[in-house]
């Protein structure tokens, strides 16, 4: 009865890997913006940890079966039939930004990571209109071709695909690379899609391009779009403002300094004021006031019989007072 259990529990649990993209049969991943990556990475070596990684960025890394954060979010489980461990790693709404390579482990051992490269494509391409398509100098351009059947051999061009050096990659195959160019075939609903790569643009890749699908000389059909790469524009970074976070701080400080310097300001003015007041004192601490000139008038006989030292019409007199 419990050999019947493990054996039920073993095959449905297959089923639900059957119906994830397994990281073992394919290395690479295409998805069109807004869906969800959505992988089993498993027979992962066991540890106490859930590590999930996108390049050197650490979206989750918990000790939980089951976390989330943003739009990344993780599930462990084991499988009892082969004990394999198992780690279901998932980012929603997907963006073009979300390209790249990512990581999954349950242990701080990067060597016992699963790697796999994730591709969003720009843009999901059929036959039923032109398609332009603009980039910058150094960037990377992938796009998903859509047809209504899955051929045999599938091809990417630079223009039409008669002459062999137009041919870019092509492959019998799940996928191919060749220098900058790489194909990858994958299904999008009902549609058979390949998607096809090209990185490092430089400004002589722009020109026209073409997805081919063939099964036969009878049977075959092909999407075609234009490619317009520019010059890399540089823009100045903006300057920052201090943060939010930061103002009640500034705030602080400058009361702090203003607390500190008005009262040295007034001692200052107010020592100067102590010495401008000493200057009108006499040496014996007696204030000199109601200081002025007199004018003497020379026909005072008074003042006829002094001597010529004391008898200059313009005399200065004071008067002391105690203070």
């Not at 520019?230 to 103002?247: C, I, M, R």
């Not at 300094?257 to 300001?265: E, K, N, R």
Request: hydrophobic share 30%; net charge positive.
């Amino acid at each position: 009865m419990m050999a019947g259990r493990i054996l039920f529990c073993c095959f449905i649990l297959s089923l639900q890997v059957g119906n994830n993209r397994s990281i073992e049969e394919i290395g690479r991943y295409y998805w069109l913006p807004g869906e969800d990556l959505d992988i089993t990475c498993y027979n992962l070596s066991p540890g106490p940890r859930r590590i999930f990684c996108q390049g050197e960025n650490v979206l989750l890394n918990t000790t939980s079966n089951k976390a989330a954060r943003g739009r990344s979010s993780i599930k462990y489980s084991e499988r009892v039939c082969d004990k394999s461990y198992n780690l279901t790693v998932r980012v929603s709404n997907l963006t073009l930004s979300d390209s790249g390579l990512y990581r999954c482990g349950l242990t701080d051992s990067p060597s016992t990571f699963i790697k796999f490269k994730a591709f969003v494509a720009e843009d999901l391409l059929d036959g039923s209109k032109d398609h332009h398509l603009h980039k910058e100098a150094g960037s990377s351009l992938t796009v998903a071709c859509s047809f209504n059947f899955s051929g045999k051999t599938k091809y990417f061009c630079r223009g039409e695909c008669e002459e062999g050096e137009n041919i870019l990659v092509y492959t019998d195959g799940v996928r191919a690379q060749s220098s900058r160019y790489s194909i990858g075939h994958g299904k999008h609903k009902s549609s058979a899609v390949f998607y096809v790569t090209i990185k490092n643009l430089t400004t002589s890749d722009s020109g026209r391009y073409r997805c081919l699908s063939y099964l036969s000389s009878r049977k075959n059909s092909y999407v075609d779009f234009n490619v317009s790469v520019s010059d890399a524009v540089f823009t100045p970074a903006a300057p920052q403002l201090p943060s939010s976070h930061y103002v009640p701080v500034v705030v602080g400080v400058t009361l702090a300094a203003m607390m500190v310097l008005i009262p040295a300001v007034l001692l200052v003015s107010c020592r100067r004021r102590s010495v401008r007041d000493s200057r009108r004192r006499g040496d014996d601490g007696i204030k000199m006031e109601n200081v002025g000139y007199k004018n003497v008038s020379s026909q005072d006989s008074t003042y006829q019989n002094l001597s010529p030292a004391t008898t200059d019409q313009n005399q200065i007199y004071s008067t002391p007072t105690q203070p």
